[in-house]
């Protein structure tokens, strides 16, 4: 019998195989991709939901080795991109498997969506790829993962790396209507106890640098100060203060700026 392949030569081999099959699924009518799904789960496979997933286990292993090789053209994963998001559209058992294992319940709010070693963070960062094409497919994925949830989109990649998607599809920023990114299945202890510090644009904790409390003194110094300024801007006619006479009309406070500024200046040539 011929010997072996070299390992590397097998590995090659076996990712160009996948390649095309990737490629063969794709142009394939919809209802073909019910083959990914078979009833029948041999021991040791991947099951969910009563179906064996282990083509899609292969498919997020295929896509996952890429990415981490750095095979970030266009024509090496929008294939594989375009397949998972056609199939979870099509079939409710492979959005629900592909969310566990792509978008599982977030603990770690710490750290940017797009930084880490996860399959989830490497397709957030294709969110923000040069491609236009790649990035959409990417961002699409996780759109349809989501379920359509523009606030759950959000909370899995922050608005700055959705904001693409949102203008293409004319969503709304969901903070504008204030919506609710809670989620029952992926809400968990680490972050609902973190949500309200959560920065949606970042998608992350963002640190909050509150200057220390002034004494007295302070307060004092920069009050000089800031009236001072006001002074400086007015007779310089760059702003006008104006105050509510008791006639009820707006009226310029330079007169009262005058005699305060000239009291100060008395007082201080007397020193």
């Given at each position: 019998?011929?010997?072996?392949?070299?390992?590397l030569?097998?590995a090659?081999?076996?990712?160009?195989?996948?390649?095309?099959?990737?490629?063969l699924l794709?142009n394939?009518?919809l209802?073909?991709l019910?083959s990914?799904l078979?009833?029948?789960?041999?021991?040791?496979s991947a099951?969910?939901?009563?179906?064996n997933m282990?083509?899609l286990?292969?498919?997020l292993?295929?896509?996952d080795?890429?990415?981490d090789?750095g095979q970030?053209?266009?024509?090496?994963?929008?294939?594989v991109l375009?397949?998972?998001t056609?199939?979870?559209?099509a079939?409710r058992e492979?959005?629900?498997?592909?969310r566990?294992?792509?978008?599982p319940?977030?603990r770690e709010?710490r750290?940017?969506?797009?930084?880490?070693?996860?399959l989830?963070?490497?397709?957030v960062?294709?969110?923000?790829?040069?491609?236009?094409?790649l990035k959409?497919?990417a961002?699409?994925l996780?759109?349809?993962?989501?379920k359509?949830?523009?606030?759950?989109l959000v909370?899995?990649?922050?608005?700055?790396?959705?904001?693409?998607?949102?203008a293409i599809?004319?969503?709304?920023?969901?903070?504008?209507?204030?919506?609710?990114?809670?989620d029952?299945?992926?809400?968990?202890?680490?972050?609902k106890?973190?949500r309200a510090?959560?920065n949606?644009?970042?998608g992350?904790?963002e640190?909050?640098?509150l200057p220390p409390?002034m004494?007295?003194e302070?307060k004092?110094?920069e009050a000089?100060k800031?009236f001072?300024?006001l002074?400086r801007?007015a007779r310089?006619?760059?702003?006008?203060?104006l105050s509510l006479?008791?006639?009820?009309?707006?009226?310029?406070?330079?007169a009262?700026?005058?005699?305060?500024?000239?009291?100060?200046?008395?007082?201080s040539?007397?020193?």
């Amino acid at each position: 019998p011929p010997p072996p392949p070299h390992p590397l030569l097998a590995a090659a081999l076996t990712a160009l195989l996948r390649s095309h099959a990737v490629n063969l699924l794709v142009n394939l009518p919809l209802r073909c991709l019910d083959s990914l799904l078979p009833a029948r789960v041999p021991p040791g496979s991947a099951e969910y939901l009563g179906l064996n997933m282990d083509a899609l286990q292969t498919l997020l292993g295929f896509l996952d080795t890429r990415l981490d090789r750095g095979q970030r053209l266009p024509e090496a994963l929008n294939p594989v991109l375009l397949l998972l998001t056609t199939s979870a559209r099509a079939h409710r058992e492979t959005r629900k498997f592909l969310r566990m294992r792509v978008l599982p319940p977030l603990r770690e709010v710490r750290t940017r969506p797009e930084t880490g070693n996860s399959l989830r963070n490497k397709l957030v960062r294709l969110m923000t790829h040069v491609d236009t094409g790649l990035k959409h497919r990417a961002a699409e994925l996780l759109f349809v993962l989501c379920k359509g949830s523009v606030p759950r989109l959000v909370k899995y990649t922050g608005y700055g790396n959705a904001a693409g998607l949102l203008a293409i599809r004319g969503l709304r920023d969901p903070r504008a209507d204030g919506a609710d990114s809670s989620d029952t299945d992926s809400d968990t202890e680490e972050f609902k106890d973190a949500r309200a510090d959560i920065n949606p644009v970042t998608g992350r904790i963002e640190g909050r640098s509150l200057p220390p409390p002034m004494s007295e003194e302070q307060k004092q110094r920069e009050a000089q100060k800031l009236f001072l300024d006001l002074e400086r801007l007015a007779r310089g006619r760059i702003i006008q203060p104006l105050s509510l006479s008791a006639d009820g009309r707006l009226r310029p406070v330079e007169a009262m700026l005058r005699p305060l500024g000239e009291e100060r200046e008395s007082g201080s040539e007397s020193d």
